[in-house]
């Protein structure tokens, strides 16, 4: 495992997004491209979650959301950000927050 240095983690700007809308992505079958509400703006995400979870289980739901990635084209998609999720032998879980905060509260 590499190590990180404590300057370098706190360039990394993590927020709480509350999933608005989840679509799938029309050329991808593990994709979905997410619409996430961060507080200031709404951020477009694609996730490779699709297998592990329905689209009426994320809508509402409140996630940890890397805000400051470069964004990306995913087979033809804009995403602005990265979804955080822990991934074992078989279950993905999305990270996500015990108590009610508002969207693009900031993680420390």
């Known amino acids: 495992m590499e190590m990180v240095s404590f300057d370098d983690f ?6 709480t997004g509350k999933i608005i809308s ?17 507080g200031t703006e709404k951020r477009q995400i694609v996730a490779g979650i699709k297998p592990y979870y329905n689209k009426e289980e ?3 739901k ?9 964004g990306r084209t995913i087979r033809g998609v804009e995403s602005n950000g990265m979804l955080l999720a822990g991934l074992d ?15 693009g ?4």
């Open 10 to 15: 706190k360039k990394i700007d993590m927020r």
């Open 22 to 38: 989840v679509d799938d992505h029309p050329d991808a079958d593990k994709l979905y491209i997410l619409q996430v509400d961060i």
């Open 58 to 60: 994320l809508v509402g």
């Open 62 to 70: 409140t996630v940890i959301i890397v805000v400051n990635l470069q």
């Open 89 to 103: 032998d078989t279950t993905l879980a999305v990270l996500t927050v015990d108590r009610n905060l508002k969207p």
């Open 105 to 108: 509260t900031k993680i420390t």
